[in-house]
């Protein structure tokens, strides 16, 4: 018979165990909440991609643009599918989006031939190339009606971080490794500034350049690089830049060379009829995402030389 001693010795050893199992779901649930928090990328589309068909695009042949991840896919959504909309009404094809979970599917799918062409960045697209042969057709303009753009490195505009020789033991966060402003800062400004990877505190990786700038604007990370069109109407309020880099290339719209030359002339020309000179330029690109509001002129696989220098 088990003395009434016993029974309560095994009572208390199952309310621990029952304590320690509420005690380890309840961490889980925090470090996991946390995570999610800080990658604002996880939200997904809403609206539906048929929304802007009518019945005459409907009866268009399809064609599928494929998009890298760099930002989340609502933000995919919003700002591309205008442009593919545009496409549609302007070509004898209808346009659809096609998503990657990464830089590196975005580039897959171009060379199975799953979509005709694809936005890419700068850094991906020379990678492409070298490997698959992949070539530039088009590369948008900036309100200076210039094919470049920047890097920046950032914090809040709270934070008493002023250099970039201030980082050491601090906090730092990234877009995707394969991204341009991510091997920008890591392989040529750190070490220029005698800065090692071990001489932060933090550094993590984020899929989508948004999680960047929110992580930073939260001060969850102290520092974080990004593409400076995308935080231009924050600057002086909400963060600081504390470094710039050089002009480089806009990010290309790449095709696999043997791919049907009739769409790949179509998507050309319907785009680089959008420019300086197109008094609806504006209204035309009204709800682009604004990296390509000003326009494109046409790419070349030479303009992105200085990328492949600094991938040496």
């Known amino acids: 018979m088990i003395s009434r001693y016993s029974l309560n010795q095994i009572s208390k050893k199952r309310l621990i165990g029952s304590l320690a199992v509420i005690l380890f779901l309840a961490l889980a649930f925090t470090v996991a909440f946390h995570q999610y928090s800080l990658d604002i990328g996880r939200v997904r589309i809403i609206a539906s991609p048929d929304s ?33 909309d545009y496409l549609t009404s302007k070509t004898q094809y209808r346009f659809e989006l096609k998503l990657s979970d990464d830089y590196n ?9 799953e979509v005709a062409a694809a936005f890419l960045g700068s850094y991906v697209y020379v990678k492409a190339h070298q490997d698959y042969g992949i070539i530039p057709i088009l590369k948008p303009l900036n309100e200076n009606s210039e094919p470049f753009s920047r890097s920046v490195v950032i914090t809040g505009i709270t934070s008493k971080i002023y250099s970039i020789n201030d980082l050491k033991g601090k906090r730092l966060a990234l877009p995707s490794k394969e991204s341009f ?3 920008w800062l890591v392989r040529n400004e750190l070490p220029k500034h005698t800065i090692r990877e071990r001489d ?3 550094i993590r990786n984020f899929p989508h350049h948004q999680s960047v700038i929110h992580n930073v604007m939260k001060n969850v990370y102290d520092v974080g ?9 924050l600057i ?19 095709v696999a060379a043997d791919y049907p030359k009739d769409i790949i002339l179509a998507i050309k020309r319907t785009l680089l009829a959008i420019n300086q000179t197109q008094p609806e330029r504006a209204t035309i690109t009204k709800g682009w995402d604004i990296e390509f509001v000003y326009g494109f002129v046409e790419a070349f696989d030479h303009d992105y030389d200085i990328i492949r220098s600094l991938r040496r």
């Open 52 to 84: 802007a068909v009518d019945s005459i695009s409907r009866s268009k042949p399809v064609v599928y643009l494929g998009v890298i991840s760099r930002y989340p896919p609502n933000i995919i959504y919003h700002g591309y599918q205008p442009i593919l």
């Open 105 to 113: 599917q975005a580039v897959q799918m171009l060379v199975r031939k």
């Open 200 to 202: 932060l505190a933090e």
């Open 181 to 183: 402003s991510s091997i």
């Open 225 to 233: 690089v990004t593409r400076e069109y995308l935080v231009k109407q």
């Open 236 to 254: 002086n309020k909400s963060i600081r830049v504390l470094l710039y880099s050089d002009p480089v290339p806009t990010s290309p719209i790449v």
